[in-house]
């Protein structure tokens, strides 16, 4: 009740408006080998996370505006906040300023332009199908990043699944005959260190007509209790062409470690067909490689997926990923993140089907 108070009172108080919004995403999921064995499960937040969330907009006048996002990321299948141990708004949280004419200023925690220009760019076959499922994850975890858990594989070693920087300020042009650009910077907060700790990101996108061009980079220096600060290099480069019903894509991340040197690329190409206007299909390939500090593992990932839209706000779908890595290596799909998620072998399989609803 407090809270669709906030939300009429802010809504009451203000020349703009207050949205609550949120998605939520929950199924079953078949994987084939989880720690040398076959697991049913329920699993949650794959299609999309399941978000609750609060933004708004006033209008200050000549095309400039006031603008805020909260959003808290949680579990339908036990209503607890996730990541565990994160704060009730991790997922977003920021204040700022819109101009139409000179483009938009935020202040907070928020998304680095892997994900903005990237992912939100339209490059990304996760977008089009598969969700978590989807992203990047392999036998990769000598990559050593320190947000991801040993047993997660790296798990979203290129943060495109939606990686926050926290204590930013983020500038995002406005468009210039379809070119947009922006620049973040995240503060470390250390006193006397203004370069620990600290991130750094930018972004160049270009969209008009059937064609989308898009460019990353991000660098998060993360503090160690016992050991020196790990810097973690993400740049990526992607391309989105719509052929009327069909959308293809093609994808280039990497990420390196620059305290003990492992890096890891990826390439992947998709497609999307718009079978009818609640049908849709999609299919991708994504190869992904180390260098000698992990081991020189690679691994091959497939995934189909289908959608129908029942409304505007509801759909189910139905999915299948494949992972195959070399000899000696474990497969484990991005989103298989239970400690004894990793296969015991080189080959991992699921299929999912599930029900999300948008409101």
Same mark, same amino acid.
């Given at each position: 009740m407090a809270i669709v108070l906030f939300a009429v009172c802010a809504s009451a108080h203000a020349e703009g408006s207050v949205t609550l919004w949120g998605v939520l995403d929950a199924g079953v999921t078949y994987v084939s080998n989880e720690g040398g064995h076959g697991n049913v499960k329920f699993d949650d937040g794959i299609k999309t996370p399941n978000m609750l969330g609060f933004r708004g907009k006033e209008d200050l006048g000549d095309g400039l505006s006031a603008v805020f996002s909260l959003v808290n990321q949680f579990s339908v299948g036990s209503g607890a906040i996730t990541p565990a141990g994160t704060g009730l708004f991790s997922r977003n949280a920021f204040v700022g300023l819109d101009s139409v004419k000179y483009g938009k200023l935020t202040l907070g925690d928020q998304y680095d332009f892997m994900v903005d220009s990237l992912f939100f760019g339209g490059v990304d076959a996760a977008m089009y199908g598969g969700g978590l499922?989807?992203?990047? /994850? +392999? &036998?990769? !975890?000598?990559l050593a990043i320190p947000y991801a858990p040993p047993y997660a594989g790296s798990f979203d070693w290129d943060r495109m699944s939606g990686e926050t920087v926290t204590n930013s300020v983020k500038y995002q042009s406005p468009s210039f005959g379809g070119f947009r650009f922006g620049a973040m910077y995240g503060f470390g907060n250390v006193p006397g260190h203004m370069g620990s700790g600290n991130a750094v990101s930018a972004g160049l996108n270009y969209d008009q007509g059937p064609l989308a061009l @898009? /460019? /990353?980079y991000t660098e998060v220096k993360y503090l160690q209790e016992a050991a020196p600060q790990v810097g973690i290099r993400n740049w990526g480069v992607g391309a989105r062409y719509s052929f009327g019903k069909i959308v293809a894509t093609a994808l280039i991340t990497t990420a390196r470690n620059t305290a003990n040197g492992a890096a890891v690329a990826e390439g992947e190409i998709g497609a999307s067909y718009q079978v009818d206007p609640a049908l849709s299909l999609s299919a991708n390939y994504m190869y992904m490689k180390g260098n000698a500090v992990v081991d020189n593992n690679h691994a091959h990932q497939v995934t189909a997926v289908a959608d129908y839209s029942l409304s505007k706000r509801t759909t189910v779908y139905a999915e299948a990923v494949y992972q195959r890595t070399n !000899? +000696? @290596?474990? /497969?484990?799909? !991005? +989103?298989?993140?239970? &400690?004894n998620g990793t296969s015991s072998g080189p080959s991992q399989f699921l299929a999912r089907i599930g029900i999300e609803n948008r409101f």
């Open positions: 499922y989807n992203f990047r /994850a +392999g &036998p990769f !975890s000598k @898009a /460019a /990353a !000899s +000696g @290596a474990q /497969a484990l799909i !991005s +989103g298989v993140l239970d &400690p």
